[in-house]
């Protein structure tokens, strides 16, 4: 966590703009942080149910919100939901985009791509930002993980390699727009709706794929989505498992 040196590169700064004392600097910038926090808390509380005061959100409710406990959270990023809801509403999180947010996590406080996303679409749904399955532009999207037993290597190829897609996943149409090898690949589905993959090794022969389908219009997209990549991804294992066994 690196907070107590976010704030002492903020007075840092403004004594150099205005030839104050630390002292004096850092009296400005704690108060103003202060009246940040009340009046975005404020504003929070009329942005539905999921925008409570932080403080007074349970480590329970954070989860439900979140889609992550307490307990995950902490050993993936080193803070609790409270920790991180602090620490991103004295950044001004609760006026910034959605990428500035991550972009933020990723830079103050060198959180992986993944989890710098984790966080900051905790952070939303707990603040009030957007509902659960919805992005902060009114969209939708749903995510669906399973653990294969194969390499990181052989999982992205199903993805990547057209000629292994088109035999578990059966999908015409898509357009294939980025890839990071063995890591993750973003594709353009044929309704415009956007699909990013990402692949975590577990072991030299065992990994785990997460699918994002983004961009969705409405909320009732989100289980047709979800059953489909279900289905899919079984269809995926059972592919990749023959000849293993």
């Given amino acids: 966590m690196t907070t107590n040196k976010d704030v002492k590169r903020v007075i840092?700064?403004?004594?150099?703009?205005?030839?104050?004392?630390?002292?004096?600097a850092r009296s400005v910038i704690l108060r103003k942080g202060k009246t940040d926090r009340t009046t975005a808390a404020t504003a929070a509380r009329g942005?539905?149910?999921a925008a409570a005061e932080s403080t007074k959100v349970s480590a329970k409710e954070y989860a439900a919100l979140s889609g992550y406990s307490d307990a995950v959270i902490?050993?993936?990023?080193?803070?609790?939901?409270?920790?991180?809801?602090g620490a991103l509403d004295y950044a001004g999180g609760r006026e910034m985009t959605h990428g500035a947010i991550a972009k933020h996590l990723r830079d103050a406080h060198k959180l992986s791509s993944w989890w710098a996303q984790a966080v900051t679409v905790g952070y939303e749904r707990i603040t009030g930002l957007r509902e659960k399955g919805q992005r902060r532009d009114g969209l939708y999207e749903v995510s669906v993980s399973k653990t294969v037993p194969v390499s990181v290597g052989e999982?992205?190829?199903?993805?990547?390699?057209?000629?292994?897609?088109?035999?578990?996943?059966?999908?015409?149409?898509?357009?294939?727009?980025?890839t990071?090898?063995?890591?993750?690949?973003?594709?353009?589905?044929s309704d415009r709706t956007s699909v990013?993959?990402?692949?975590?090794a577990k072991g030299p022969a065992k990994s785990t794929v997460s699918v994002?389908?983004?961009?969705?219009?409405?909320?009732?997209?989100?289980?047709?989505?979800?059953?489909?990549?279900?289905?899919r991804l079984t269809r995926l294992t059972a592919y990749l498992s023959v000849g293993k066994s």
Avoid at 75 to 85: E, L, P
Avoid at 196 to 200: C, D, K, L, M
Avoid at 212 to 231: M, N, S
């Fill in 12 to 24: 840092r700064t403004r004594m150099k703009k205005t030839g104050e004392s630390y002292t004096a």
């Fill in 47 to 49: 942005v539905g149910s």
């Fill in 74 to 85: 902490k050993a993936r990023t080193g803070c609790t939901w409270k920790s991180w809801v």
């Fill in 155 to 178: 999982l992205y190829r199903a993805f990547h390699e057209p000629a292994q897609r088109v035999r578990w996943l059966k999908e015409t149409g898509l357009r294939v727009r980025t």
């Fill in 180 to 189: 990071v090898e063995n890591k993750s690949v973003r594709m353009t589905w």
């Fill in 196 to 200: 990013e993959v990402y692949f975590t």
């Fill in 212 to 231: 994002q389908h983004v961009k969705l219009p409405a909320q009732d997209d989100r289980e047709t989505r979800r059953a489909y990549w279900k289905e």
